[in-house]
C-alpha cells in the first residue's frame, strides 16, 4: 500500500511556546466527508483549539477546519466539536493528569497516517512568562551554534 507524501501536516506552533508539553498520545478523529477534504488540502487552523474530557470520551473544541470550496449543501461547519478517539486506559491516564492542578489537554499536530486523520494530543502545563523568556533564549543560542558551525555566523560589534 503507498501512502501519499504529499499530505499536509497541521502544526500548533503556538502550543510548545504557551505550554511544556509531559506526556503526548496519538488519537484519531472522527470526520464528515467534507472535512477530510479541506484537511489534505491544509485547510485548517489550532488557534484556540484545545481538547477536554467528558463522560468518558475526549472531545475537540475550536479546531477550524475550513469548508470545502467545491462542497454544496452538505458542506461541514468550521468550529464544530469533533470526537477524537482514544483507548480508554489512554483517557483515563488523561484524567489523572487533568485532576491535577494546572494540566490541560493541547492539540499538538494534526496528520495523516495510513490514510487516517490522525490528532497528535498533548497534556500540557502552562509556561510562566519567565519559563518563555528561557526557551527563546535557548532557541537563540542553538541557532547561533549553527550558524558558527556552519560559518555563517556574524559577529556582532
Do not use: C
Amino acid at each position: 500500500m503507498s501512502q501519499n507524501t504529499n499530505t499536509p501536516t497541521i502544526q500548533n506552533r503556538k502550543a510548545y511556546h504557551d505550554f511544556q508539553i509531559d506526556e503526548t498520545y496519538e488519537a484519531g478523529i472522527v470526520l464528515q466527508g467534507t472535512e477530510v477534504k479541506s484537511l489534505r488540502e491544509g485547510k485548517a487552523n489550532f488557534t484556540d483549539a484545545f481538547a477536554f474530557i467528558q463522560n468518558e470520551e475526549v472531545w475537540l473544541r475550536e479546531f477550524h477546519i475550513s469548508p470545502y470550496k467545491f462542497g454544496s449543501f452538505s458542506n461541514h461547519e468550521p468550529r464544530r466539536q469533533r470526537k477524537l478517539l482514544l483507548n480508554k486506559k489512554e483517557i483515563r491516564e488523561m484524567q489523572k493528569y487533568i485532576q491535577q492542578k494546572g494540566y490541560t489537554l493541547v492539540p499538538l499536530k494534526l496528520y495523516f497516517k495510513v490514510g487516517y486523520a490522525k490528532v497528535l494530543i498533548g497534556v500540557a502545563r502552562g509556561k510562566k512568562k519567565f519559563d518563555k523568556r528561557e526557551s527563546i533564549k535557548e532557541k537563540d543560542t542553538k541557532r547561533d551554534m549553527q550558524r558558527s558551525v556552519k560559518g555563517t555566523a556574524r559577529i556582532n560589534m
